[in-house]
Nanobody
Framework: QVQLVESGGGLVQAGGSLRLSCAAS????????MSWYRQAPGKQRELVAT???????NVADSVKGRFTISRDSAKNTVDLQMNSLKPEDTAVYYC?????????????????WGQGTLVTVSS
């Protein structure tokens, strides 16, 4: 199995910055996609940023120019640098990965979610 642990959320004033980190742990796995999602109160969960093992990265239009995703594939970590934060960025941020887990007689693909970390941006 694979577990994801996020850190770095908190309270920040509008215009400030935060850096979220996510670390994957487990045994006998390899990760294809690592992403950050967020869910604001009363809204659906939305994709914020993605990084693939092939080096592709993308961020949502709503955060483009302000958020940057970076990944260390050797360490199985992914960070989200958030600058120029706005009150509308307030949400619970979730780390996500799509991983291949190798078991004794087979391998399988898993979608794994972290527990979420709250980011609150005050105006």
């Amino acid at each position: 199995q694979v577990q994801l642990v996020e850190s770095g959320g908190g309270l920040v004033q509008a215009g400030g910055s935060l850096r979220l980190s996510c670390a994957a742990s487990g045994s006998s796995f390899s990760i294809n996609v690592m992403s950050w999602y967020r869910q604001a109160p009363g809204k659906q969960r939305e994709l914020v940023a993605t990084s693939t093992s092939g080096g592709y990265t993308n961020v949502a239009d709503s955060v483009k120019g302000r958020f940057t995703i970076s990944r260390d594939s050797a360490k199985n970590t992914v960070d989200l640098q958030m600058n120029s934060l706005k009150p509308e960025d307030t949400a619970v941020y979730y780390c996500y990965c799509y991983a291949n887990v190798r078991e004794r007689v087979r391998s399988r693909w898993l979608e794994v979610w972290g527990q979420g970390t709250l980011v609150t941006v005050s105006s």
